[in-house]
């Protein structure tokens, strides 16, 4: 099986701390993670028809799957161990309720949590888990 890649903005610090702690949690190395501005994401027709102009979603690329919005969530959710792993009682809401909330916090995640010019994860000791 080949890894599940989780891309983000790697400018939003939000972002950068959600996949920070997806690091610490993931105790199997279960997932890779590229940012959305990276060339993978921008040569592949199928993953950047997801991404707006502002990359408001992170996106999960599994078994030639795409997961976006909460979808996406749900899918790492299912892929961590207990008691995270229990979050995923969640996924029994609505889906347009459940997307609805993601966008919201997509939309003012620069405002509350704030901006970097260049993402602090893919310069550290996990370089290794980064797809370029």
Do not use: H
């Not at 890649?5 to 920070?20: K, M, T, Y």
């Not at 590229?34 to 078994?63: D, M």
């Not at 029994?92 to 405002?111: A, E, G, Q, T």
């Amino acid at each position: 099986m080949n890894n599940p890649v989780i891309f983000f903005d790697g400018e939003c610090s939000l972002c950068n701390g959600f996949v920070r702690l997806l690091i610490k949690l993931d105790n199997r190395k279960v997932f890779r993670y590229s940012l959305l501005q990276s060339n993978p994401v921008k040569n592949t027709l199928y993953l950047s028809s997801y991404l707006g102009a502002t990359y408001q979603t992170v996106i999960v690329f599994s078994e030639g799957k795409v997961y976006s919005k909460s979808d996406a969530i749900f899918y790492i959710i299912k892929n961590l161990n207990f008691p995270w792993k229990i979050l995923i009682v969640f996924r029994f809401l609505p889906k347009k309720f459940s997307d609805s909330i993601y966008d919201f916090v997509s939309r003012n995640r620069y405002k509350i949590f704030g901006r970097k010019e260049k993402c602090p994860v893919w310069n550290e000791k996990y370089y290794d888990l980064f797809i370029q």
